[in-house]
């Protein structure tokens, strides 16, 4: 059966209708561009769901996903989208003028083209006075291109993939998951081809604090630790791997002198200052995992091999 639509924008929510606003706002510009698409948003467990927010946008479908996690969000406007392009796009962010257009003509005109990850710039408080955590996260935080053509996957802040194509890899991993890497690298290894997209661009606002920032780390950790712990040769890989990163920040000033993310002196110190800062964080973090989680795992497998 054909799809009723050209594309079916899906958001994942959860308690952050102001956002929601201004994403819908950002959708619905694109409207005139004479282009059939509907938008899905899916709440994921709002204390008030965003019913008014959603009312105010003319065809806009409010679903409700019960299971926590954005994936599951997604799977579920998946399930009952109508388009034969599905595009994923956070709550929080806002697409550039262009992005539906973008998406679908890409999708018309390259049909060796499986699923796509569009640009994410960070929306800056002052353009020409950026916090130290916007600069840093202008050059390191959304690196989509990278993602896609060297990684095998998109993030889904703003990826769109044929509905076909999602049919077939299968839907998104839970909360426990980095479920935009797991997707995309589960359809690269069926044969799936993805493309950088920088015209689809996003605008997604900074953390708004280093706390906030080493917050959002604090996952990333613990689930690239998953892949290391319960031997010996992996929690000593582990501790390379802290190493390296404690002493990483020398090597990123070249990268963030060419940047073009960001301009002049004043944000290329900040962002080198951050990328320090929170590179040593991470090592810290890294160190404690071992030590206050894993030591005993150290100490039984020594154990066992000098029996």
Known sequence: ????????????????????????????????????????????????????????????????????GP?????????????????????????????????????????????AGGDIAIQMTDPDRPSAVEAYESIYSYRARLYVERHGYAATGNMAVRARVFSVVGPFGGISTMEDTEWGQRATK???????????????????????????WDRHIAHEFRRYRGSLSGMLRWCVYCAVVAFSPAGEIPGILRSSRISGARSRWLAFTCVTRIRLYRARKMMELVY????????????????
């Open 1 to 68: 059966m054909k799809p009723d639509l050209q594309l079916s924008v899906i958001i994942p929510h959860l308690n952050e209708a102001d956002n929601l606003r201004r994403c819908l706002q950002s959708l619905d510009d694109q409207r005139r561009e004479d282009l059939s698409f509907e938008i899905i948003v899916v709440d994921n467990g709002s204390v008030e769901p965003p019913y008014d927010v959603c009312n105010a946008v003319t065809g806009v479908r409010l679903e409700r996903e019960a299971v926590p």
């Open 71 to 115: 994936g599951p969000a997604r799977n579920h406007g998946a399930e009952v989208a109508r388009g034969a392009i599905l595009a994923f796009i956070d709550a929080d962010c806002i697409a550039e003028p262009g992005w539906v257009r973008s998406i679908v003509q890409l999708m018309e005109e390259r049909p060796d083209v499986d699923f």
């Open 190 to 216: 069926l044969g799936y081809r993805a493309v950088f997209l920088p015209e689809a661009k996003v605008l997604t606002p900074s953390c708004k604090s280093f706390p906030e920032l080493a917050t959002r």
């Open 292 to 307: 206050s989680q894993n030591a005993f795992v150290i100490l039984s497998t020594w154990n066992r091999n000098n029996s």
